[in-house]
């Protein structure tokens, strides 16, 4: 009976889209670590290169991707590129 009631919740909850994916960030908004990360990460370094050019570890590089990946609403490497170019957070590669 549960399942009966919770699965037309779990839908309108999913149909409805984030407020944050559509927010426009400011670079102040996103620390100075996190916006280097998310440069190196446009001009398409890995996250090994992204830790050596930033001489930060790859742990730390993981930290800033996961709290970028909040900030701008987004789910990948392609849709942080994507946002942050489109919000003029970054100049494209």
Do not use: W
């Amino acid at each position: 009976m549960d399942a009966l009631i919770d699965a037309p919740l779990r839908g309108a909850a999913s149909s409805t889209p984030p407020t944050a994916a559509h927010a426009v960030l400011g670079p102040d908004e996103l620390t100075a670590g996190e916006l280097r990360v998310l440069r190196l990460l446009v001009g398409g370094a890995t996250n090994r290169e992204i830790a050596s050019c930033a001489e930060i570890s790859e742990n730390t590089v993981k930290f800033h991707l996961k709290n970028v990946y909040g900030k701008l609403g987004v789910s990948s490497r392609a849709a942080a590129v994507f946002a942050a170019v489109q919000r003029g957070l970054v100049a494209s590669a």
